[in-house]
């Protein structure tokens, strides 16, 4: 008799996902090579391979936890494995293993064309007609029209300062980067080259001549300069973090007291009592726009699918965008979360906020700005920069 | 006649299937994981990657040895981690000596194996630890040595090259104990009661007969500091501050470049097959 019941309603939801598809289907999903659906009841297991804080099972606070709800509601096992740069979410994926990723735009392209995923028939994710509508089908979520994942946030890199060793609090990032820095030695950058991008945007308010306009855009000259300044700003350096939890423990111990951060790790610091401060300088920042996504080689596509759904419905959106510190991009989730003033305080719809914020991207040799006189450096030659720079 | 007993028949009358029965395992060890992989290494840095997605393109090219021989900062960290090594390895050498001698020689017979004990107690602890609890030591300004140092106006050196140094060196110790503790409990007392015999004063019997006898094992200690520190990376992670070593520029570019990577990791392989080739007359190699 049960059996009977679940397939039952197996079918009726089946039928429901199909009727949905029906009604507003654009119809090249066929084309495209999307799961046409239904996202049927296959229990599975799948694995999450995620930025630290989009998908808390417990483990870091037993209070923040939209993993296990998703578990008992869906009957999906959930494994999650987070990863500190987007180099190394490209370097995981591309290992195989992992189901779904929530990947950045500078790590979105590359798995794209990598062909390490499969496109998404959104028409599958009945949440996804209430994100906001400056996230849908934004370059480095969609090709030509075929749609790679739900949107779950943006933010920008903020500069993170010791309240009571940072005085006054700064509205500049000229402290982590001028040499004469009051803060010499207890600065900390992002261990990644595209850090180099932070280094541009800098370069834009500071020395306007060199024309910079989107900092994934770099001429040569460009790119000298933005070289010059990391040159310039190993010195006050005291580590280059790439692990989130290490940086919270230097910060702890004060050995770092200004530097890049995620408004995430501010949070943690500021979880008993207010330490730190997190501002968006006036020069602007470089930031996300985060996108989950499938892999091509899910074996779970049914829980893939209500993963993604699970994670961009309002409630859960919510949670995981106010525990982030980011912008989220569901617009029903600004009505749950715990503080009303979340998505005011990250500006989720003001698109005016948002214009001196660089959403990471993968920078390639025709430039992502629109110059067509010169070519731009691409991404490979700014890992070997880095490489060299940080060695040298 | 039961399945047993048959194969145990077939070996018995079969000395050739025997052995190769038993020596399958270590062959496939060394020659399929070991060797196998050390292959691989070298082949990958032969390949070329597609620049945007990182893939790597099974197509041949020299340039990932033209990029580590040409740019002047891989030229420098092979220099720097050499060095560190070889700082790591006479450090480890000068504590080691005299700790040996004194378990070996000094030391009443029965107490050895608990110095022994004593000496091995921290590779029962991990590794990251140890070596998070020298972090906490080494911070600048909050750390314990900057508080046991400052009264002489002195003050930590903070995370970099020195705390690299300091805390490998604290790692790679009992590896260098062991193999002189070894050495020098082999050395027959006659040897050393001749040396007195002769007229020579403790300290020109250690120099001119002990330390010559132990130095094979000496060599043998330093075999493993040496290739320990050479390929360490996360020490270099968490005590280093910006110092990077060679293990740090493999970790920076396995996810984005693993041809040039794998490239940079045959450095130490060739410094440690000029080091073994250096050190193999000594007889080190017999001590291991």
Redesign the interface.
Known sequence: MKISLSRKSAIAIAAGALLLSGCSSSGDDSTSGAYAGPVGDTPGTINVLAWPGYAEDGSTDPAVDWVTPFETETGCTVNVKTYGTS??A??LM?SGGYDVVSASGDASL??I??EDLQPVNLDLIPNYVDVFDNLKDRPWNTIEGVNYGVPHGRGANVLQYTISKVKPAPDSWSVVWEPNSPLK?KITAY?S?IYIADAAVYLMSTKPELGITDPYALDSTQFEAAMELLKQQ?PL????WGDYT?YVAAVQ???IVAGTSWQVIANVLNGEKATVGAVKPKEGATGWSDTWMISKNTESIDCAYKWLNWIVSPATNAQAAEYFGEAPANSKACALTASKTHCESYHADETEYWSDVYYWK?P?EACLDGRTDVKCI???EW??A??????? | MSLIESTQRYFHAHVRARIAVLLSAPVAWLGVLYIGSLAALFITSIWK???????VVREFTLSNFI?VLT????F??TVRTVGVAIAVTIICAIIAIPMAFFIARVAKPQSRPVLIALVITPLWASYLVKIYAWR?MM?????FLNWLISPLGLSSP??GMVAVIIGLSYLWLPYMVLPIYAGMEKLPDSIIDASADLGAKPGRTFLKVILPLTWPAIIAGSLFTFSLSLGDYITVQ?LG??F?MLG??VY??????LPFAAAVALIPVIVMIIYLASVRKTGALDNL
């Open positions: 180099d190394e490209v370097q591309q590359r798995l064309f990598g030695g261990d080259a190993k350096v005291a580590e280059y290490k111990a004060g050995s993968t390639t691409p991404y490979a890992v070997k880095w490489s060299s720079f940080r060695n040298s | 990657i597609d620049t945007f997605t990182s893939k990029d740019d002047k900062a891989y420098n960290v906490t911070a600048p300004d909050s750390g903070g995370f968490i501050g910006t990077q740090n520029v920076q570019n396995f996810a984005l470049n």
